[in-house]
């Protein structure tokens, strides 16, 4: 069996190559005549996938490495009875990961008390749920706002989305959505942006487009500035609006999903799913195809502030201004596709369940955030 896959899958080379016979493209130059005898694809968001790549080739089953599906014309693939399988929450902690750490940067560089402030969470999937069990455990008061189901995380409130924009600090984890009853495209339009007022956190790591960034920029500066933004995901990938990205506070290319594990995770799962649809043996395990952490346990100062405490300890694992200083600076030193290239060059980080810190005053607030539990070891 002839498997075409995206060269930016950690692992597939290992896990798919005692499956058939792999070939790895650069998913965003993947053309039709590049499939024409393939029955396997694997791909990640970049590549769309539609009856102008697929329509004459032998492919019978696509697997997304990713959490979105907005590249899949699935309806297509349904369509021509090729199966399909997405890798459904393989990196929600990652992306988790990425906004907690982005609060500790806003705390320990503008004095963010986030701890004490609201949160909305706009949409209850496998990272809006994520993110917002995690602030509910550390006691935070948490709106959350999804039209299509209502949230399984005990202790928050539902609300509309206006009060969940309303919200200290908001974070977007909705799909990026055209069609339906609520379509998020431009679903935070220029009319919501216009009601943030000068404190408001804006975190969005789900798709671009969601929010109106034109309107946010009109708004940023009739707060003079008072709005701390945390970008990684923009209306037009690859190539970002850069007057927008230089006002973030964090300004990232779609790396919020990119730890190793997440990613790993991500091929896991379609391995598996693969194996599945065409009955086939799995060969590998979990366990040996997720790496551990580079750093397994920490030891923090006792003297540190609640906040310090917590803020210290997710950036000693991920510091998301290490990626928002590389993409200012690689955007516009006239690198070759300078996007893509910070995504294929990424310097992958951990995730926090992949660290203990030994720190028993803060045990429930450090497992809140998700780092790995002292016996788990
Ligand atoms: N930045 C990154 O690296 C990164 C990583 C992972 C996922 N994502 C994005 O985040 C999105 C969410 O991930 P997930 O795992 O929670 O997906 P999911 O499919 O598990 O859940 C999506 C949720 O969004 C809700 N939703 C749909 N339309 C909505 C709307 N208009 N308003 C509010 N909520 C709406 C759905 O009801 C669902 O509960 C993905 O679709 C993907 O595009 C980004
Ligand atoms: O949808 C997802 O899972 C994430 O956005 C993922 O991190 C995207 O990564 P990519 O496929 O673009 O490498």
Partial sequence: MKIIADENMPNAQRLFSGLGDVTLVSGRDLTNDMLADAEVLLVRSVTKVNEALLAGSSIKYVGSATIGTDHIDKSYLAKQGIGFNSAPGCNADAVADYVFSSLAHLYLNKGLNWLDATIG?????????????????????????????QSSVTGVTQGTLEEVLGADVVCLHAPLTRTGDYPSFDMINAQSVANLRAGQTIISAG????????????????????LNLVFDVWHQEPTPNMAFA??????????????????????????????????????????????????????????????EFLSRAMLAIYDPSRD????????????????????????????????????????????ALGFKKAFEK
Avoid at 212 to 226: C, H, I, K, Q, V
């Fill in 324 to 367: 928002s200083n590389r993409f200012l600076r690689v955007m516009t030193s006239g690198q070759l596709k300078p996007f893509d290239w910070l995504r294929k060059h990424y310097v992958e980080r951990d995730e926090f369940s992949t660290c203990v810190i030994s720190a028993p005053s803060y045990e429930q607030q450090l497992m």
């Fill in 246 to 307: 230089r006002i973030c506070d964090i300004a990232t290319p779609h790396i919020a999903g990119y730890s190793k594990q997440g990613r790993e995770k991500g091929t896991w799962q379609i391995y598996e799913a693969m194996c599945k649809y065409f009955d086939l043996n799995v060969r590998s395990s979990f366990s040996e195809s997720i790496s551990r952490g580079s750093i397994e346990s920490l030891s923090l100062s006792k003297q540190l502030s609640p906040l």
């Fill in 207 to 226: 798709r671009g487009g969601v929010i109106n960034e034109e309107a946010l920029m009109a708004r940023f500066d009739e707060l003079n500035g008072a």
């Fill in 121 to 149: 969470v706009i949409g209850q999937g496998n990272v809006g749920k994520t993110v917002a069990a995690r602030f509910v455990k550390l006691g935070c008061n948490v709106t959350v706002y999804d039209p299509l189901v």
